[in-house]
């Protein structure tokens, strides 16, 4: 009969780490010497660990705690000596092995893609934030972005909080994915305005050029250039032609009004410059203005107003109270 029964497992991964001590080498050769079977196992044992190298640092792997758990199910529990299983065993050992490093190895990858981190608008100052993969996001004042350092290879995602305008890099094979509160939007290169700012759970999107899919929990809908959807306060989901042109003003600092109810116009300016108001007498609100405001402080644009309506708007407590008797 053939001897193979003199081999420790733990000396065997030491040697296969570049870690076993002289006298453990010798130990592995002789091994080696006593069955021309141990060195196909030993080259079995050899490819797992390449392989295992390949897809990540295989030090962050714990293998004693690995290689624990694949004995517990292959050696008989009243077994107290060291010896070698049959091959059988040892090749299903060992695949078992390999299936386990190649999924530790998949989960540290992803994890290991890059540290997440997180920009904020402020520390922009109103540049675009450049992303891994060349895609560029600008952020509304009081907006952050997170994302990892490098993109894993199958998709890029990233995280939103507040208000984001989006040039993503074409790339067929990884989808560019940003979550934003409840929802979820797929693109593979296109340019959109992502609004998750608002408190509850309203959200706006509008797409620019390319494709999206925005998808909730629930629902799933893709839109085309000049497309809007929205989910409203309380959770509902519609999807509508855009035709508002201020939605990207916060950017571009260009405000645009045509015979347009000061309702709206205050909307937009608030979205804009990201401010609260309230209207003294509602009958305003109806009042059509016409003008352009192009890069103009939030100070600037209001005394504009109260000139063209010879009203007054008053700031309290950080809202603006308009004052007016109506057109």
Same mark, same amino acid.
């Given at each position: 009969?053939?001897?193979?029964?003199? %081999?420790?497992?733990?000396?065997?991964?030491?040697?296969?780490?570049?870690?076993?001590?002289?006298?453990?080498?010798?130990? #592995?050769?002789?091994?080696?010497?006593?069955?021309?079977?141990?060195? @196909?196992?030993?080259?079995?044992?050899?490819?797992?660990?390449?392989?295992?190298?390949?897809?990540?640092?295989?030090?962050?792997?714990? #293998?004693?705690?690995?290689?624990?758990? *694949?004995?517990?199910?292959?050696?008989?529990?009243? @077994?107290?000596?060291?010896?070698?299983?049959?091959?059988?065993?040892? *090749?299903?050992?060992?695949?078992?092995?390999? $299936?386990?490093? $190649?999924?530790?190895? /998949?989960?540290?990858?992803?994890?290991?893609?890059?540290?997440?981190?997180?920009?904020?608008?402020?520390?922009?100052?109103?540049? $675009?934030?450049?992303? =891994?993969?060349?895609?560029? &996001?600008?952020?509304?004042?009081?907006?952050?972005?997170?994302?990892?350092?490098?993109?894993?290879?199958?998709?890029?995602?990233?995280?939103?909080?507040?208000?984001?305008?989006?040039? &993503?890099?074409?790339? =067929?094979?990884?989808?560019?994915?940003?979550?934003?509160?409840?929802?979820?939007? /797929? #693109?593979?290169?296109?340019?959109? +305005?992502?609004?998750?700012?608002?408190?509850?759970? /309203?959200?706006?999107?509008?797409?620019?050029?390319?494709? #999206?899919?925005?998808?909730?929990?629930?629902? *799933?809908? *893709?839109?085309?250039?000049?497309?809007? &959807?929205? !989910?409203?306060?309380?959770?509902?989901?519609?999807?509508?032609?855009?035709? +508002?042109?201020?939605?990207?003003?916060?950017?571009?600092?260009?405000?645009?009004?045509?015979?347009?109810?000061?309702?709206?116009?205050?909307?937009? %300016?608030?979205?804009?410059?990201? %401010?609260?108001?309230?209207?003294?007498?509602?009958?305003?609100?109806?009042?059509?203005?016409?003008?352009?405001?192009? +890069?103009?402080?939030?100070?600037?644009?209001?005394?504009?107003?109260?000139?063209?309506?010879? !009203?007054?708007?008053?700031?309290?407590?950080?809202?603006? !109270? %308009?004052?007016? +008797?109506?057109?």
């Amino acid at each position: 009969m053939k001897n193979r029964s003199t %081999i420790d497992e733990h000396l065997l991964l030491s040697y296969l780490k570049g870690e076993a001590t002289e006298a453990e080498l010798q130990q #592995v050769e002789a091994w080696l010497a006593l069955d021309e079977g141990n060195a @196909a196992l030993l080259d079995k044992w050899k490819k797992a660990w390449q392989h295992a190298d390949a897809m990540a640092d295989f030090a962050a792997i714990d #293998v004693d705690k690995n290689w624990s758990q *694949v004995q517990r199910k292959i050696q008989p529990k009243k @077994a107290k000596q060291v010896f070698l299983l049959p091959k059988i065993w040892r *090749v299903a050992a060992a695949i078992l092995l390999i $299936a386990t490093v $190649a999924f530790l190895g /998949r989960e540290f990858m992803n994890n290991s893609a890059g540290e997440m981190q997180t920009l904020m608008a402020a520390s922009l100052n109103g540049e $675009a934030a450049i992303l =891994p993969d060349g895609s560029q &996001v600008w952020l509304k004042e009081g907006s952050s972005i997170t994302f990892p350092e490098e993109f894993s290879s199958d998709q890029r995602e990233v995280t939103l909080k507040g208000e984001g305008f989006f040039e &993503v890099a074409h790339n =067929p094979a990884q989808p560019f994915i940003v979550k934003a509160k409840q929802t979820e939007t /797929r #693109v593979l290169g296109t340019s959109f +305005n992502l609004n998750a700012s608002q408190e509850g759970e /309203r959200i706006e999107l509008v797409l620019m050029t390319g494709k #999206v899919r925005f998808s909730t929990q629930d629902e *799933v809908v *893709v839109l085309a250039p000049g497309d809007q &959807v929205v !989910i409203d306060e309380g959770g509902k989901l519609s999807k509508k032609e855009n035709s +508002n042109g201020n939605f990207l003003a916060w950017k571009t600092g260009t405000l645009v009004f045509e015979n347009t109810p000061m309702k709206q116009v205050m909307e937009d %300016i608030a979205n804009a410059y990201g %401010i609260t108001y309230e209207f003294e007498n509602i009958a305003f609100m109806n009042c059509p203005l016409t003008t352009r405001f192009e +890069n103009e402080s939030i100070e600037n644009v209001l005394q504009a107003i109260e000139a063209l309506f010879d !009203i007054e708007i008053e700031e309290n407590n950080g809202a603006y !109270i %308009i004052k007016g +008797n109506g057109c």
